[in-house]
């Protein structure tokens, strides 16, 4: 060890997203990038999951009845998503909104994350998840989609496939997702550092390079 290397700064980032946001896709990729432009700050990143659709059936909905229900049609969203892939382009996202034909219920892919964060293998679990949703138009909310998905990451996809069907950590999804709205959070990407300073959207890493740096002054 190089004793005349500084202490890396440690700190904790709590991340409030749901994985069917496109803007939380692009927010958390903005994130991690500014960290690894940052390796003397050695981030602790805590997933917590907020439910965009708490109400959404266990198998899905329909990407075209969501789209009424929610936007009024597939022109308004049509507009909206155009506008969403521009941004994403520039973080090399290539949005495929088109492939996507069920909405899901992200509960069980908030709680393989969760089962992902016990084994440190929360952070590629979820850009896997994100990608597959939307570049692929995978179904996040089947059971072997998500089994396949934490294979590839690097757990092991049968224990996984267990522990989706044992519901364990579901009531902790609910409760994480309760404080959020207690919190005072009511839009994701939501990024709290250091328990104190919270910042909403999907925002440049300059502006989230800020806040981290207020953050580890006063901590």
């Known amino acids: 060890m190089n004793q005349l290397s500084p202490p890396r700064a440690r700190i904790a980032i709590e991340i409030v997203f749901d994985l069917v946001c496109p803007w939380c896709f692009l927010g958390t990729r903005r994130l991690l990038r500014m ?38 049609g597939e022109d308004r969203a049509r507009r909206l998503h155009a506008a969403i892939a521009e941004v994403g382009r520039a973080e ?77 950590e579901a009531e902790a999804v609910h409760a994480d997702n309760l404080r959020a709205h207690r919190l005072g959070i009511n839009g994701v990407p939501c990024f709290v550092i250091d328990g104190r300073h919270a910042i909403a959207g999907a925002q440049e890493p300059e502006v989230l390079e800020r806040l981290l740096d207020v953050a580890i002054l006063s901590a």
Request: hydrophobic share 45%; glycine share 8%; charged share 25%.
């Open 92 to 168: 090399g996202i290539h949005f495929r909104f088109d492939r996507i034909r069920r909405i899901p219920c992200s509960l069980d892919a908030h709680r393989l994350v969760r089962f992902a964060q016990q084994h440190g293998l929360a952070e590629p679990l979820v850009d896997l998840l994100f990608e597959a949703y939307f570049l692929e138009g995978a179904d996040i909310g089947s059971i072997d989609v998500l089994s396949e998905l934490a294979g590839a990451a690097g757990l092991d996809p049968r224990g996984a496939r267990m522990f989706l069907l044992s519901r364990a």
């Open 35 to 72: 960290l690894r432009a940052r390796p003397e700050v050695l981030a602790e990143l805590q997933w917590r999951p907020f439910l965009l659709n708490p109400d959404i059936a266990p198998e899905g909905v329909s990407r075209q009845d969501y789209l009424v229900r929610k936007f009024g």
